[in-house]
């Protein structure tokens, strides 16, 4: 990508856009003179130069299943990547938590988690 034309921009070399693991990273060259007036015409001149850098994680989101509440059994579903280590947490306050379940990973994309609560009432979360 050479960004040229009304752009004003004078890099020669073409954008990069490099993949390392699951992120991705695009880095735009930038030399750009504007000339503005401020008392006469043209008078003052600005460089802007350097690099834009953008980068996006490739992996794809976490989507979480409506949970599921049968005789005080709570079912957690949910799809990521395969192979992937989750962790289910509890409250019954939203300040105080503990672990239920730890290093849940699945050789597939859905995952599956299910415990007892003996609360009326409960929160869970899913951490990563």
Known sequence: MLLSGDATNNVTTN????????????????????????????????????????TRSTTAPVVIQTPAVTNHAVTLK??????????VLSSSNLLTWQTNA????????NYTWTGTNSA??????LAH
């Not at 695009?26 to 001149?45: C, K, P, R």
């Not at 799809?79 to 989750?86: E, F, K």
């Not at 009326?120 to 979360?125: E, K, L, Q, V």
């Open 15 to 54: 954008a990069i856009l490099a993949t390392v693991g699951s992120t991705q990273t695009l880095t735009l060259g930038v030399n750009a003179q504007f000339t503005f007036t401020v008392i006469s015409s043209g008078d003052t001149i600005v460089n802007v130069t350097g690099q834009l850098v953008a």
């Open 78 to 87: 949910w799809q990521s990547p395969a192979g992937q280590l989750y962790q």
């Open 102 to 109: 730890s290093n849940i990973t699945s050789a597939s994309t």
């Open 120 to 125: 009326s009432a409960g929160f869970y979360r």
